[in-house]
C-alpha cells in the first residue's frame, strides 16, 4: 500500500481529535504542488537530467574551487570575493534560498558557461527555449488592450515596456502566466558573442528571432498578472586567466515557493499543536494526581481509603514497562534506550488493561470510591491518549519524510537545502516521552513505595527503624543480629557503627510514618519479629525436635500478637543430628535451624539467593542416606552463626528429604570442601 492511502487511513482514526486532522499534513497536495514544480522547471528547460548534471557540476566546482584555493592559498576574485573561475569550464547550477523561515522563497543560481566564438551545443542551447519564459504565450484580455491603445497611435511600432524592478529585493518569479516585454534573449546573445552591461534587467530583455533580424512585439501591462516583489538577473563573470566568461543566472521558482511555504505553515502548526497539547495533557496529569491522592490517603484517616488498591495498579503499571523496556545491545548502541515503538506499547498497555481487570482492580471491591473508578478510567484514558499522540507525530514525521525525498527524486533538488530552512522538528516523539514522564514523576510519588523503606539486609520493611551515625536505616531484627554476631561494620558504607547503636537510634518519625501508610506490611513484620525472637531463644536454649511442640505452646504464650505461629516452629525436623565435616563441626541444633528454614521454603514455594536455594540434589555422587530420607531431597546452605537469607552460600549444605505435610527429614550435611569440580564429599554425623 502506498503511504498516501496509509497516511490517509491513520487520519481516520476515530479516537484522534478533530483539532490534529486539521493541522495534519496535505500529503496528496504536497505531490501535487511537487508535480507542479517538476512543470515548472520542465517550462524552464530544466528537466530531471539537465537540471541533475548542472547541481552535480556546481558540487564538483566547489570542490575544484577548494583544491586550487589549497593550491594557491585561498586566491580570490578581489572583484566579488569569490574564488577565481579558472580552470573550470562547465555550466552549473546551485539550488538556495533568498529569505528566512517566514517567507521562503527558493531560486536557482545558474553559471553558465561559453567560449567565445565558439558554436557547439552548449547547455545554453538546451535552456535557451524556454529558461527565462521570455515569450508571452498567453493573450491580454480586450480591456487592458484598450486601456493602453492610446499610447500607440500612430507609432509603426510598440515602444516595448520596460518593467522597473530597480531596488526591489527578491527575484522575479518566472512562470508561463507571466508576461513580460521580450527583448534579446541573453543565453542566446551570450552564445554569439553578445555583450552587455554587467548587470542586465529583465525589463530590458528581448527575444531574438535569428541573427539580423529583431521582432517587436506588444508590451503587457504589468498590471494584469502582478509580479511578486522578486527580482531576476544575469551577471556576467570573468574568467581569470583567460577571456571566456560565466553569465550568472538567477531563475526564481513560483510553484517550489508555494510547495515549501505550504510545507512550513504546515510544520509550524504541528508545532503550535504539540505546544498546546503538552499544556493540556499536563494539566489532566496534574488534576489527576490531585484527585487519587485525595482517595488513597492513610487508611487510619480515611475510612474509604483505596490506598493499597491503586499501588497495585501503580506497582503493575511500573512492571508492564510500557513505555521503555531493559535496552538491547542494538538498541543501546543505536541510543534509544529501550523506548518501545508504538505496536509494542500498545500490546503491553492492553495486557495492563487486562490484568487490571482480572484482578478487579476496576470495581467496586477493590476501589471503594466512585471518584477514584472515575480516576481509573481517565488515567486508562490517558495512556491511550499518549499513544495516539506518538502514532499521530511519527505518521506526519513520515508523510515530510516522504515528501521531501520525492520532491527531490522528481526534481533533482537537494532535500538537504530545504531541511535548512524547514521549521522541522529533530525531537519527533518527544513530547510523548516529556509526556510519560510527567505521568511517572507526578503519579507515582503520590503514594509512598515499599521499597523505598525497606530493609536493605532482609528486604521487607524496615519498622522500628533503627538509623546508625552514618545516616542508614535497617530494622531492628537485623541489627540485633549483626550485633550477636559481633559485625561492627555498616553493611552500606562499613563504618564501625553496628556495635554502640542502641535504643536512641530507633527513627520514630519514620516508625509512625510507616504505621500510617504501611499499616499492614508493619503489622505482618512486628509479628514476623516477635517469632523469629522467640525462635532464635529457643534454639540459644537448646531446644530439640522433640520439644518443637512444647516450643509452639510457649511462643504462644509470650506477648505478641494474636496471629499465626511463626512457620519456622512448626515445622517438624527428624533425624537431626551434629555434623563434622572435615574438623568443622555443626551441632544438631545448627543442622535442625539450617533444616527447618530449608522445609519452610520448600512448602511456601520460595527460594533465596542467587542459586535459588533451597533446589533440588540430584545425588550424583551416589550418597547413602538414613532409610527415612526419601526423595525427592533438597540442599540448603548451613551456617553457624546465622541462617541463610541470600548472598555467599559458602560451602557446607544441609540436606532434607521425605518432604510430607509440614514436616521433613534431616537426611546430613555435605561439603564442596576437599572435594573436586562442584562434587560434595559426605560429612560425618556425629
Not at 487520519?11 to 497536495?29: C, F, H, I, M, N
Not at 480516576?375 to 499513544?387: D, E, G, K, R
Not at 513530547?431 to 536493605?456: A, F, G, N, R, V
Not at 511463626?566 to 533444616?595: E, M, W
Request: with cysteine; glycine share 6%.
Amino acid at each position: 500500500m502506498k503511504y498516501g492511502k496509509t497516511y490517509s487511513s491513520l487520519l481516520s482514526t476515530p479516537t484522534w481529535p478533530q483539532e490534529w486532522k486539521d493541522v495534519a499534513l496535505d500529503y496528496r497536495g504536497l505531490k501535487k504542488l511537487v508535480n507542479g514544480v517538476v512543470e515548472e522547471l520542465a517550462t524552464q528547460g530544466l528537466n530531471h537530467e539537465v537540471l541533475l548534471e548542472l547541481l552535480e557540476a556546481e558540487r564538483e566546482f566547489e570542490e575544484h574551487d577548494a583544491s586550487r584555493a589549497e593550491d594557491t592559498h585561498g586566491s580570490f576574485d578581489p572583484a566579488n570575493q569569490k574564488p577565481s573561475l579558472s580552470g573550470f569550464s562547465r555550466s552549473r547550477a546551485h539550488y538556495e534560498f533568498t529569505s528566512d523561515i517566514t517567507n521562503i522563497t527558493p531560486q536557482l543560481r545558474i553559471w553558465l558557461h561559453s567560449e567565445p566564438g565558439s558554436s557547439s551545443s552548449t547547455p545554453s542551447d538546451i535552456l535557451r527555449p524556454s529558461l527565462l519564459h521570455l515569450r508571452s504565450e498567453s493573450t491580454v484580455s480586450h480591456s487592458q488592450t484598450s486601456a493602453r491603445s492610446s499610447s500607440y497611435e500612430g507609432s509603426e511600432a510598440a515602444e516595448p515596456l520596460a518593467l522597473d524592478l530597480e531596488g526591489v529585493g527578491d527575484p522575479a518569479l518566472m512562470t508561463s502566466s507571466v508576461h513580460l516585454v521580450n527583448k534579446p534573449n541573453p543565453l542566446y546573445a551570450l552564445k554569439k558573442g553578445y555583450e552587455s552591461d554587467s548587470r542586465l534587467e529583465l525589463g530590458s530583455i528581448e527575444e531574438v528571432e535569428d541573427e539580423s533580424n529583431i521582432h517587436e512585439i506588444d508590451s503587457v501591462d504589468a498590471t494584469m498578472h502582478p509580479l511578486p516583489p522578486l527580482q531576476a538577473d544575469l551577471r556576467p563573470t570573468t574568467r581569470a586567466n583567460d577571456s571566456t566568461e560565466d553569465i550568472e543566472v538567477v531563475v526564481p521558482l513560483t510553484v517550489d515557493t508555494t510547495f515549501h511555504r505550504v510545507l512550513a505553515k504546515a510544520l509550524s502548526s504541528l508545532a503550535a499543536l504539540q505546544t498546546r497539547t503538552q499544556g493540556r495533557v499536563s494539566d489532566q496529569i496534574f488534576t489527576l494526581a490531585d484527585t487519587i491522592s485525595s482517595c488513597s490517603g492513610p487508611p487510619a484517616r480515611y475510612r474509604n481509603s483505596d490506598l493499597y488498591a491503586w499501588r497495585e495498579i501503580f506497582q503493575l503499571w511500573v512492571e508492564c514497562q510500557i513505555y521503555r523496556g531493559g535496552a538491547t545491545e542494538r538498541e543501546r548502541a543505536s541510543g534509544e534506550s529501550g523506548i518501545r515503538d508504538v505496536a509494542e506499547a500498545e500490546k503491553r498497555l492492553g495486557m495492563f488493561a487486562s490484568e487490571v481487570v482480572k484482578r478487579g482492580l476496576g470495581d467496586r471491591r477493590t476501589l471503594k470510591s466512585a471518584k477514584s473508578r472515575d480516576a481509573l478510567q481517565t488515567f486508562l484514558n490517558l495512556n491511550v491518549h499518549i499513544l495516539d499522540l506518538k502514532k499521530f507525530e511519527l505518521a506526519n514525521a513520515e508523510a515530510a519524510r516522504k515528501i521531501l525525498k520525492k520532491h527531490e527524486k522528481r526534481t533533482a533538488l537537494p532535500s538537504a537545502t530545504s531541511l535548512s530552512v524547514l521549521p522541522i522538528s529533530h525531537a519527533t516523539g518527544e513530547l510523548p516521552q516529556m509526556l510519560i514522564t510527567t505521568l511517572t514523576e507526578t503519579l507515582l510519588p503520590i503514594l509512598p513505595s515499599l521499597e523505598d523503606y525497606s530493609c536493605l539486609i532482609c528486604t521487607s520493611i524496615a519498622f522500628k527503624p533503627i538509623r546508625l551515625s552514618c545516616g542508614h536505616l535497617f530494622c531492628v531484627r537485623c541489627l540485633v543480629k549483626m550485633q550477636k554476631r559481633g559485625q561492627a561494620d555498616c553493611p552500606l558504607c562499613r563504618t564501625p557503627c553496628v556495635l554502640v547503636a542502641d535504643g536512641s537510634n530507633l527513627d520514630v518519625a519514620v516508625m509512625n510514618f510507616m504505621k500510617e501508610w504501611f499499616p499492614k506490611e508493619t503489622k505482618e513484620k512486628s509479628d514476623s519479629n516477635d517469632r523469629e525472637s522467640a525462635e532464635e531463644q529457643l534454639i540459644e536454649m537448646g531446644v530439640i525436635a522433640t520439644l518443637v511442640a512444647a516450643a509452639s505452646g510457649l511462643v504462644a504464650a509470650l506477648p505478641t500478637s494474636n496471629t499465626t505461629l511463626p512457620v519456622i516452629v512448626r515445622r517438624s525436623i527428624n533425624g537431626a543430628t551434629g555434623s563434622d565435616c572435615n574438623g568443622y563441626t555443626f551441632t544438631a541444633a545448627q543442622v535442625q535451624s539450617a533444616a527447618q528454614a530449608s522445609l519452610s521454603h520448600v512448602l511456601a514455594g520460595t527460594t533465596v539467593g542467587t542459586n535459588k536455594y533451597p533446589h533440588v540434589l540430584d545425588n550424583r555422587e551416589g550418597f547413602t542416606y538414613p532409610a527415612g530420607c526419601t526423595v525427592t531431597r533438597y540442599e540448603f546452605p548451613i551456617f553457624r552463626n546465622k541462617i541463610y537469607t541470600g548472598g555467599d552460600p559458602s560451602v557446607d549444605r544441609v540436606v532434607i528429604g521425605h518432604v510430607s505435610g509440614s514436616s521433613a527429614y534431616a537426611c546430613g550435611v555435605v561439603t564442596h570442601q576437599g572435594a573436586s569440580g562442584n562434587n560434595f564429599l559426605q560429612c560425618d554425623n556425629v
